[in-house]
């Protein structure tokens, strides 16, 4: 089940819920998990203004809040050559394409998973124009590509 399905039909299974033979405590922390399954799988997304799972821009996982990282833009350009990958049928090469936003020209080249949220992180709280576009990654693919070269 996806995020958004969980949170469209939330009512329906707290109805379900309470229809069953449950405490109202066992029910609340039932909710509580799955609130928390939710929360861990899922970020408020500058693109939509609304949330969706946290994606590896580089290997197309769904992380959570362990596995999560930010990646800067600068460093997936630095590490651009290792994310060309090898020849692929056009159709392929389209589907692991990022167009969302903060997507520069020299992205359209690179297999990245068109399911990645983007964000800019300010460096410094005091100015504003010190802030740089990231995208989310896993921890292990960030570790990797920042250990490469
Ligand atoms: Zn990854």
Redesign the pocket.
């Given at each position: 089940m996806t995020v958004k399905a969980f949170w469209r039909h939330k009512d329906v299974f707290v109805h379900k819920l309470k229809t069953m033979l449950v405490t109202d405590s066992a029910l609340k922390v039932a909710m509580a998990k799955a609130m928390t399954s939710v929360n861990n799988l899922s970020i408020k997304s500058a693109d939509t203004g609304g949330h969706r799972a946290p994606v590896?821009?580089?290997?197309?996982?769904i992380?959570d809040t362990l596995t999560l990282a930010w990646i800067e833009r600068k460093t997936i350009s630095h590490k651009r050559l290792l994310l060309i990958g090898p020849i692929l049928p056009t159709s392929v090469r389209e589907f692991y394409t990022y167009k969302g936003n903060g997507q520069q020209k020299f992205m359209d080249g690179l297999l990245l998973s068109p399911h990645a949220s983007w964000k800019t992180v300010k460096r410094s709280k005091d100015n504003d124009r010190d802030a740089v576009d990231c995208f989310s990654?896993?921890k292990?693919?960030?570790d990797h590509l920042s250990k490469a070269w």
């Open positions: 590896c821009i580089v290997c197309n996982s992380c990654c896993c292990m693919c960030l």
